[in-house]
């Protein structure tokens, strides 16, 4: 994996949020016309305007297709919200859980390792291999009852064994299965009766866009992530129809910059760039705070084929 630099590489992520934030914005897009009307540049000035109307008409669009697709954001208010994020001693799921815990928030970490020091971010541990649907269920009633009715479920948790298909053993396919899809099912199952009886909540799957592309040494881990994918789209449509006050959330990240994926190389840092823990974390938050329900790939390009490949790796 490459070092970490202080200065973010250029990649296409980078290069849309440039554009996002300046002349794909509307205000810019106004400011940019209100100078040219002030400088008497009248034939500039329409195309200005014309410019202007576009990129107002794109983020009205764009509002209203979120307002379709996922309906009216839930209010949240974090001093009664409970959350459950499962792999959440370590990674993405810790980072999450350490910015929750340290805003106050109620947060139970579900991990079948331990957990340094939970109470010096404020959150609460419970030991837990999501693969068998019974502790799950026993994890789950305690919760409820220590902590409080759960209102948000992150299903972060995955493991990667990095073999080719013909040296997966049938325990290795087994292992993979179970936590990285039977897992987010059973927490499913688990969870959401009580997230739906708060009456309103918000449920996340991080799945993984090698889950859309496959790569080579990680034939199980893409296809749990494709199923998690597949199970969180049906989930989502059923919820629209009987409980639309849960919103659902699907984040499907390139290659992580965590232990996880140590030896994984990426066939293009531009188009497919390491994509950092804080930056994953912050979409995480932000649409739980806001109480949206979304669909979000990062990077926002994928390469057309997988060329992703694993270095000597042992897990």
Not at 102 to 110: K, N, S
Not at 186 to 212: E, Q
Request: overall charge negative; aromatic content about 6%; glycine content about 8%.
């Amino acid at each position: 994996m490459a070092a970490h630099s202080s200065i973010a590489p250029l990649s296409v992520d980078l290069l849309v949020k440039v554009l996002k934030g300046t002349i794909f914005h509307p205000f810019a897009a106004a400011m940019i016309l209100l100078c040219l009307l002030a400088l008497a540049m009248l034939w500039s000035a329409l195309l200005a305007f014309a410019w202007a109307t576009f990129v107002s008409l794109l983020c009205v669009a764009s509002a209203v297709n979120q307002r379709i697709a996922h309906g009216i954001p839930r209010q949240v208010n974090l001093d009664e919200e409970v959350i459950v994020i499962t792999g959440g001693a370590s990674g993405l799921g810790l980072l999450v859980a350490k910015i929750y815990g340290m805003r106050g928030v109620t947060v139970a970490v579900l991990d079948i390792n331990d957990m340094q020091d939970p109470e010096n971010y404020g959150v609460s541990f419970y030991k837990c291999d999501i693969s068998d649907y019974e502790q799950v269920k026993a994890i789950a009633r305690k919760i409820e009852e220590e902590l409080g009715t759960p209102t948000v479920l992150i299903n972060n948790a995955a493991i990667v064994v990095g073999k080719l298909l013909l040296d997966l053993s049938v325990d290795d396919i087994q292992r993979t299965i179970s936590t990285n899809l039977l897992g987010p099912f059973y927490c499913l199952k688990a969870f959401l009766p009580a997230i739906i009886r708060s009456g309103s909540g918000t449920i996340m799957n991080i799945s993984s866009v090698i889950g859309h592309l496959g790569a080579a040494h990680l034939s199980d881990y893409a296809a749990a992530k494709a199923g998690l994918s597949a199970m969180h789209r049906s989930v989502s449509a059923e919820l629209r129809e009987s409980h639309p006050e849960i919103k659902t959330v699907l984040i499907t990240p390139g290659q992580l910059g965590t232990a996880l994926f140590h030896g994984v190389q990426t066939p293009s840092n531009f188009v497919a760039p390491i994509v950092e823990l804080p930056e994953v974390a912050m979409e995480v938050v932000d649409a739980i705070d806001r109480g949206n329900g979304a669909m979000m790939g990062m990077p926002l390009r994928r390469p057309g084929n997988a060329d992703f490949h694993r270095e000597k790796c042992h897990y």
